[in-house]
């Protein structure tokens, strides 16, 4: 431990100790830094005392929600004369652990092998790593790190769900440097192109990852696969910066066919022009054009809200010093519940309100960007502004805040682009580690609520059976002493008795109710899909549940605590599936996920369409129970109750019956308080369980700010439907809406669960 600590210490003290004279690769230093380490087991410099081997864990990466892969390579100081299976269960957390298992394998006769671990990481104050190694199935305790010497030593720095994540290219000298603003309004991991991850969850960290035109050529030619990930992980939300594509934009196109996107290049006028607006029940507004499409292409971005001198708010982190300048309402919200921050004494100073930096209304003049999936591609005209920040080439004390109006060298451009992203919390509408507030609008319908009138009938007869007419018989047989032993049974029967109703009304058996959206492209085969996942188990699996690898799990807390809150939960990765062992789903408990999937599905419409007619082929793999579909001419066409393998030719309606058949469905599968908890006050809600007992958690969540209503999915159901003021089924030619039985690309990881009561909608184009 005492060589361990000297390298963290003093890296240059570890980096002179000898390397050995074989094998493929020395030991690297141990790095210590704010975004993890570098950690080299074991302790001695002779390796393992069991196998030789030495153990390389590399933690570093952007401190934020998501799943973090961690590498860990195992070396051999010589060619291995015999296979091992390396297993490696990682731990990360500090009150809530949460681990992950994975196993590598070293052939015969190599020296190295290396995997990613990708870990999940749900906790703001995630504070350490810990491990354990089995060598062919046994412990090896050399290679192993235990807890207590983790903590404290091998700490992470705890992080802010307000801080913007960007990803940006490096070299082989800032391998995984981290970079973080003053004003702490965004933080930058640089990465070797060729070391991008190569799984789409591997990025669920990010809020953006930045990259020149030439280097996201470069990415797709020489490192296909990490490319491909990349953009599926766009496609469930994320955001894409491509700069230099010229002053003219003429690097456009290639960008639109690399990631095969509309080419069209649309002025924010020509987007405004005339469309279907509906009001609160569906109706058209009057002058609205009857088959008035959404046009595709690369657009400026609308800001809707400018940074006004006097609006931003500084807050000192008490833990470093710094201070931060915010002027989003939500983010000054936050930090002034958050214990770790004080209000600045300083005042703000910005240019005047005159500054032409705050009329500008649109980004026409630095990007312009396009819809891919959920997520966002945004082309910029100049140059990767947030590499230069990484390599220190601007102002560290430059503010984001202040829009480019600061006095400081930071650049308008990318202050226009941070302040226009949404952040994880806002795009998820939760975070994991906080209760959620709409956590009681998805629960299962029937179970989990005490049964209060058969209690009370039960109760009533009882008291009045084991009262009066337990008095009464045993007098009129002159027993009356016999009341010490009746009066102690019949309890316990009545105590059996409800026990055994609750268990039974219930059962056994897991219903989940899922609330699902998912936009396929049929001509890519791409699909990416949110899916709210609300179980409730009479008796939980006890292999836990299984899902396919590219599914991403965020807890959903209820705002009123949990007792399974700080539960350590347990995964195992085994080749393309995830076993969500433990901790993941208990019995008789209400257990809620946020499921996010981004992966290439067979599942699609076929579609045959022309002369004002149009005939389709259910092959999505579940029924369809209502279908709304536009041809390229802007026609509708509608139909109903289509299995699955099964063809109908549909039927022409208006586009004011397919607003209506639209709202009409959105609404009536809008999540609401089951009416036995309507007007409850929400912190009694955690005594609704069959027990009657509160279920506060000792260390309950803290409520968090955002809501699940305004995550990426929902705000998509919410346009596709006009709800929020945005013209219904506002969607590009050859497109179509299906409202089906199940969702083809939800997983809900128990192959016998039940849904009841979901609600799935697909939005694709052919």
């Excluded at 990259?211 to 050529?217: F, G, K, P, R, V």
Aim: positive net charge; contains cysteine.
């Amino acid at each position: 431990m005492v060589v361990a600590l000297a390298a963290v210490v003093c890296p240059s003290a570890w980096a002179q100790s000898p390397a050995p004279a074989t094998g493929l690769i020395p030991i690297p230093k141990a790095v210590s830094a704010p975004n993890g380490n570098l950690m080299v087991v074991p302790q001695q410099r002779s390796g393992s005392r069991q196998t030789g081997l030495w153990l390389f864990v590399d933690t570093r990466w952007v401190n934020g929600y998501g799943y973090r892969p961690v590498k860990v390579t195992v070396w051999s100081p010589k060619p291995t004369t015999a296979g091992h299976t390396i297993t490696v269960q990682l731990h990360c957390g500090w009150q809530r652990d949460v681990s992950a298992a994975q196993s590598i394998s070293l052939p015969i006769g190599s020296t190295r092998a290396s995997t990613n671990v990708s870990i999940p990481i749900y906790d703001q104050n995630a504070s350490c790593f810990w491990w354990n190694v089995w060598v062919d199935g046994v412990k090896d305790i050399d290679l192993s790190l235990k807890k207590e010497d983790a903590l404290g030593r091998w700490g992470l720095t705890n992080f802010s769900s307000s801080n913007l994540k960007l990803l940006v290219p490096g070299d082989n000298s800032s391998f995984r440097t981290f970079s973080s603003s003053n004003s702490m309004d965004f933080d930058v991991l640089s990465l070797e192109p060729t070391d991008f991850p190569q799984r789409w969850i591997n990025y669920s960290c990010f809020d953006v990852v930045s990259l020149s035109t030439a280097e996201l050529q470069s990415i797709a030619q020489t490192n296909p696969t990490a490319f491909e990930a990349m953009a599926r992980w766009v496609r469930a939300g994320g955001q894409l910066w491509v700069t230099e594509v010229g002053a003219d934009l003429s690097q456009l196109p290639q960008v639109s066919k690399l990631l095969h996107l509309s080419d069209v290049v649309l002025d924010a006028d020509e987007d405004e022009t005339e469309k279907v607006t509906t009001d609160k029940n569906g109706g058209k507004s009057e002058g609205a054009a009857t088959n008035q499409v959404a046009k595709v292409g690369w657009l400026p971005a609308q800001f809707r809200r400018r940074f006004r001198a006097g609006q931003a708010r500084g807050f000192t982190d008490k833990r470093s010093g710094q201070t931060r300048w915010v002027a989003d309402p939500k983010v000054i919200a936050e930090l002034e519940r958050d214990p770790n921050y004080v209000r600045a004494d300083r005042p703000w100073s910005t240019s005047t309100e005159t500054s032409p930096r705050w009329r500008v209304s649109d980004s026409s003049q630095w990007f312009v960007e396009q819809q891919l999936g959920l997520g966002r591609v945004r082309a910029f005209r100049g140059t990767n502004e947030v590499v230069m920040f990484a390599q220190n080439k601007l102002g560290s004390s430059a503010n984001a805040a202040s829009g480019g109006a600061s006095s400081g060298p930071f650049p308008p451009t990318l202050a226009m682009g941070l302040r226009s992203t949404r952040h994880w919390d806002s795009r998820h509408g939760l975070t994991p580690d906080s209760g959620n507030p709409e956590f009681a609008k998805l629960l299962v319908p029937g179970v989990g609520l005490a049964p209060v009138t058969e209690f009370q009938v039960l109760i009533t007869l009882f008291v009045l059976a084991i009262g009066p007419l337990n008095y009464w018989i045993l007098k009129r047989y002159k027993r009356l002493q016999l009341l010490v032993l009746t009066v102690p049974l019949s309890a316990i029967v009545a105590t059996v008795a409800l026990f055994a109703y609750a268990i039974v009304s219930d059962g056994f058996a897991t219903r989940v109710r899922v609330r699902s959206f998912t936009l396929l492209d049929q001509r890519t085969g791409e699909a990416a899909c949110w899916s709210r996942l609300s179980y409730y188990s009479g008796m939980a699996p006890g292999r836990g549940l299984t899902m396919p690898a590219d599914v991403v799990m965020y807890p959903i807390l209820p705002e009123w605590g949990n007792e399974s809150w700080g539960n350590y939960r347990e995964m195992v990765w085994s080749g393309e599936k995830e076993q969500l062992a433990r901790g993941w789903l208990n019995s008789r408990t209400p257990t809620q996920y946020l499921a996010l999937r981004s992966r290439k599905t067979p599942c699609r419409i076929d579609v045959t369409a022309g002369n004002g007619k149009m005939r389709v082929t259910n092959r999505l793999g579940t029924r369809i129970e209502s279908l709304i579909a536009i041809d390229r001419s802007g026609k509708f066409f509608a139909g109903e109750q289509l299995a699955n393998e099964s063809r109908q030719t549909l039927k022409r309606i208006s586009r004011d019956d397919a607003v209506k058949r639209v709202v009409e469905l959105v609404r009536k599968y809008e999540p609401e308080v089951p009416p036995a908890l309507a007007g409850s006050d929400p912190g009694y809600m955690g005594r609704r369980g069959r027990s009657g007992r509160p279920i506060y958690a000792p260390y309950g969540p803290q409520n968090g700010s955002e809501q699940l209503a305004g995550n990426l999915a929902d705000r998509a159901l919410s346009d596709l439907a006009g709800l929020d003021g945005q013209p219904a089924l506002d969607l590009p030619p050859r497109s179509y809406v299906a409202f089906t039985t199940t969702g083809p690309e939800v997983e809900t990881g128990i192959s016998y669960a039940r849904e009841v009561a979901s609600f799935h909608v697909i939005l694709g184009q052919w």
